[in-house]
């Protein structure tokens, strides 16, 4: 095996780690880790990026709890680690993927390098699980990449182990990979495959989280619903989870309405073509709030915490976590007020210019030589 080992599971994780597994000075020493933890979700992502993984767990498995998922990635890498013996496991966020993995190589003595260290909420059960799952990472972190200065106070004042390093977010330097190599056959692949119109403006939504499922949803969806009605001018492009949880009260509350369309799971590549089209975002997603502003669109999310507070002090995004209300006035201030939309795009994105990668692979380097 090579001298790295880089574990992943989910879309996120994959899109963020990209730049690095495809970095000239580092490709021919990564070994890269599948560990299958969003199977249906990654492999058409493997495909676009042109990755293929030399080790695959394949841990999926419908309805599986938590504890479940976090053995087998633990029982199964631990068999690949005493097997290899790698210097540097790479991991990105927050994910049981990368827990286990963190883990693992503490246990081993192996270092454990952490993309995206540092964010916080401070809440174990929101994000679930996802905030203890960073906190149990950087216990058991070598060197933190934290993306911005805030991150790196942060670890600071909890007088995390090892090494820190402020780099920016590594999304953005897939975003702008991805950008870059995107063309006029997406714009008319999209056009032909979703049959929807792009000259027309519109408004981005994703909603996936496991603290707005159920009751908090249909809510949710209630409120969209009204906003198509008092917007026709304005079309709703809803992007539909793979999980059933989030996307059937979608389908049953949002479907046969003119000015909404359901999109089926998009590619990454289209997905970033659409969010760079888009007006404006309305989300619960962690990486849009780091996208979005960086590619000067507003947005509204619909969490009741942030660990991007970067984004939030500047105010590129607004939280309004499940008060519709005040989702509403800002829906309404961003359709109709050019002021405040503006000062929303006016500020620098706080997550870096998308050269991440390069402050993190001369680290790894620097500890492998």
């Keep these: 095996m090579n001298k790295i080992l880089v574990v992943f599971g989910t879309r996120p994780e994959l899109?963020?780690?990209?730049?690095?597994?495809?970095?000239?000075?580092?490709?021919?020493?990564?070994?890269?880790?599948?560990t299958g933890q969003h199977k249906e979700m990654i492999d058409g992502l493997l495909k676009i990026f042109k990755i293929k993984p030399s080790i695959n767990l394949n841990v999926m498995k419908n309805k599986q709890p938590l504890t479940f998922l976090f053995n087998k990635i633990f029982y199964n890498l631990n068999n690949v680690i005493l097997r290899s013996r790698p210097k540097i496991i790479l991991v990105?966020?927050?994910?049981?993927s990368a827990a286990a993995a963190s883990l693992v190589g503490f246990y081993n003595k192996i270092k454990v390098f952490h993309?995206?260290?540092?964010?916080?909420?401070?809440?174990?059960?929101?994000?679930?699980?996802?905030?203890?799952?960073r906190q149990i990472i950087s216990r058991a972190t070598t060197v933190h990449f934290a993306p911005t200065k805030i991150n790196r106070d942060i670890l600071k004042t909890e007088k995390a182990n090892g090494k820190i390093l402020v780099c920016g977010n590594t999304v953005l330097d897939?975003?702008?990979?991805?950008l870059k190599n995107n063309s006029k056959k997406i714009k008319k692949d999209i056009i032909k495959k979703f049959d929807i119109n792009l000259k027309k403006k519109?408004?981005?939504?994703?909603?996936?989280?496991?603290?707005?499922?159920?009751?908090?949803l249909?809510?949710?969806?209630?409120?969209?619903?009204?906003?198509?009605?008092?917007?026709?001018?304005?079309?709703?492009?809803?992007?539909?989870?793979?999980?059933?949880?989030?996307?059937?009260?979608?389908?049953?509350?949002?479907?046969?309405?003119?000015?909404?369309?359901?999109?089926?799971?998009?590619?990454?590549?289209?997905?970033?073509?659409?969010?760079?089209?888009?007006?404006?975002?309305?989300?619960?997603?962690g990486g849009l709030q780091e996208e979005g502003p960086f590619l000067r669109k507003p947005v509204i999310v619909v969490r009741s915490e942030t660990e991007r507070i970067e984004a939030l002090k500047l105010g590129t995004i607004k939280l309004v976590g499940y008060n519709f209300k005040l989702l509403n006035n800002?829906?309404?201030?961003?359709?109709?007020?050019?002021?405040?939309?503006?000062k929303m795009i006016s500020f620098k994105n706080p997550y870096g210019d998308g050269n991440s990668t390069r402050i993190i692979e001369k680290e790894i380097i620097n500890n492998i030589i």
Aim: charged share 25%; net charge positive.
């Design 15 to 34: 899109i963020k780690l990209y730049p690095i597994i495809i970095s000239k000075n580092l490709r021919n020493k990564i070994t890269v880790c599948n």
């Design 115 to 133: 993309i995206e260290a540092g964010l916080r909420t401070y809440n174990n059960q929101s994000p679930y699980p996802e905030e203890f799952n």
């Design 330 to 342: 800002i829906f309404y201030k961003l359709v109709r007020d050019k002021k405040f939309y503006k």
């Design 218 to 285: 249909e809510l949710f969806l209630s409120n969209i619903k009204k906003l198509t009605k008092n917007f026709p001018e304005i079309n709703f492009f809803y992007v539909l989870h793979k999980n059933p949880i989030a996307r059937k009260p979608v389908i049953k509350f949002l479907k046969n309405i003119n000015n909404i369309k359901l999109i089926d799971h998009l590619d990454y590549d289209e997905f970033s073509f659409l969010l760079y089209k888009c007006y404006f975002v309305l989300t619960d997603s």
């Design 174 to 178: 897939a975003l702008k990979l991805t």
């Design 202 to 216: 519109f408004i981005l939504i994703t909603i996936h989280r496991r603290e707005i499922l159920g009751k908090n």
């Design 92 to 96: 990105h966020g927050d994910t049981i």
